[in-house]
């Protein structure tokens, strides 16, 4: 991890406040689904207008903890632009080297959840044996394992997410991409799901029920164009906003 700086709001536009404010309620959402790993895993966005640039949490803080204020600006060539704070350095490989591959990406989420890290060990991973998995097949990849803060692995992920959006990390968690945050949430709820039947389906002494092939695949294009929908998770995402308003917290300062 590395020392940096914290921005004040009088030096930030309209815009990176709202990122800000919309990327702290993710965290606080993440937090209520429980996908946090205490302090680790981490979650990023764009800053619109500014597309070399992406918020991150505050390396320490609890997922509950964390405000539009609080989280971290820098950069994708490791610049940071705040007065103190410290950012994860797993955390800037893997998000800069998505953002560096992708410039139609503008949320990255990453878990370590028991279930999505119980898939990532399995060499077979996620079988087409469940609705929740339909959603995401189509759009599924498999990124081996690498060094976390290494250049090598950086742009090895790079690659890896050039070629879907909903990504396994072998022997260490999930991952996924979206061009909005509701879209990246929306991707890792099915993308979590998923991986909650198939480590259960796993565990009962009984072969699991086919899919047909046909099936499988009018699932997929159905749900491709519901992803290239600009909406794409945004019901999901207000229902969500919802259910941490009403814990009475303000992430929104």
């Not at 997410?161 to 968690?173: A, D, E, I, K, T």
């Not at 990246?184 to 009962?204: K, Q």
Request: net charge negative; glycine share 8%; charged share 25%.
């Amino acid at each position: 991890m590395d020392t940096v700086m914290q921005s004040d709001k009088q030096d930030m536009t309209e815009a990176e406040w709202q990122a800000r404010c919309d990327l702290a309620a993710l965290y606080r959402i993440t937090d209520l689904f429980g996908w946090t790993d205490t302090i680790d895993t981490h979650m990023t966005v764009r800053i619109p207008g500014e597309p070399k640039c992406f918020l991150i949490n505050n390396y320490g803080d609890l997922f509950d903890e964390i405000t539009a204020s609080s989280l971290v600006k820098m950069d994708i060539d490791g610049n940071v632009y705040a007065k103190d704070g410290k950012f994860n350095a797993a955390g800037f490989t893997i998000h800069s080297g998505v953002y560096k591959a992708r410039p139609d990406a503008n949320c990255v989420m990453h878990t370590h959840t028991r279930a999505g890290t119980g898939v990532s060990v399995l060499k077979k991973g996620i079988r087409p044996i469940s609705q929740d998995a339909l959603s995401v097949y189509d759009d599924l990849v498999y990124h081996e394992y690498g060094m976390p803060t290494s250049q090598e692995e950086c742009d090895a992920l790079g690659v890896s997410c050039q070629h879907g959006n909903s990504v396994v990390l072998r022997n260490h968690g999930l991952l996924t991409v979206g061009g909005t945050i509701p879209g990246a949430l929306r991707r890792m709820y099915m993308l979590e799901r998923a991986c909650e039947v198939e480590v259960i389906a796993r565990s009962l002494d009984e072969e699991a029920a086919p899919i047909e092939e046909d099936v499988i695949r009018q699932y997929g294009e159905r749900a491709k164009q519901q992803r290239a929908n600009p909406e794409y998770g945004m019901t999901y995402w207000k229902a969500a906003l919802r259910q941490i308003e009403g814990k009475g917290t303000d992430w929104r300062q």
